[in-house]
């Protein structure tokens, strides 16, 4: 696979900075908000498949991206399907899993014995967890759609973990996330 030259920014969002580093066969890495701008930059500047990750301002496709990136962090609910994004470098279980974690709407959950099943793999939900947990594109890919069977919020690699999680089920309005309780 040749990646060409890998390009990175960061942008502000309403729940901080994010980052992003794509070349031209699509995005190969995005970045929740860390606890300050200079851990996602380090994060999303690191080398990529021994190629080197320069900062430079986004254009066309990518300039799209992150405006639905931003719009969909306030709430206004995008799926990003449309994003391209190059997971060439990954496994192939991984790919599968992640095929099926994208075709997650917003707003419904699968649990990761469902993600297992449907990319191939019954009984496979502890390695959907490890593909999950190395997701290069959290949010785009979005693994936070994917929960324990009980339905209960079980780790999440993204700066924040769980709460980042939660917050994102909540913006998308997914029922039992960000709802008032009677108790």
């Not at 075709?103 to 967890?129: F, M």
Request: hydrophobic share 45%.
């Amino acid at each position: 696979m040749s990646t060409g030259q890998i390009r990175a920014t960061l942008f502000d969002t309403a729940l901080g900075v994010c980052a992003l580093a794509w070349h031209d066969g699509g995005v190969v890495r995005f970045a929740l908000p860390g606890p300050d701008a200079e851990r996602t930059r380090d994060r999303i500047t690191r080398a990529y498949l021994g190629a080197e990750v320069v900062e430079a301002e986004p254009d066309g496709p990518i300039t799209d991206a992150i405006a639905a990136v931003r719009a969909h962090l306030t709430g206004e609910v995008d799926d990003l399907r449309w994003i391209p994004v190059d997971l060439s470098a990954v496994p192939e279980f991984h790919r599968a899993v992640y095929a099926v974690t994208r075709a997650i709407d917003p707003g419904h959950t699968l649990s990761y014995g469902q993600v297992a099943g449907l990319a191939g793999a019954p009984g496979g939900a502890q390695a959907v967890g490890q593909a999950m947990g190395r997701n290069p594109v959290p949010l785009i890919i979005p693994c936070h759609r994917v929960l324990a069977a009980d339905h209960a919020l079980h780790g999440f690699s993204a700066p924040g973990g769980i709460d980042t999680k939660a917050r994102l089920l909540e913006l998308e309005r997914t029922p039992g996330f960000g709802e008032p309780t009677l108790f």
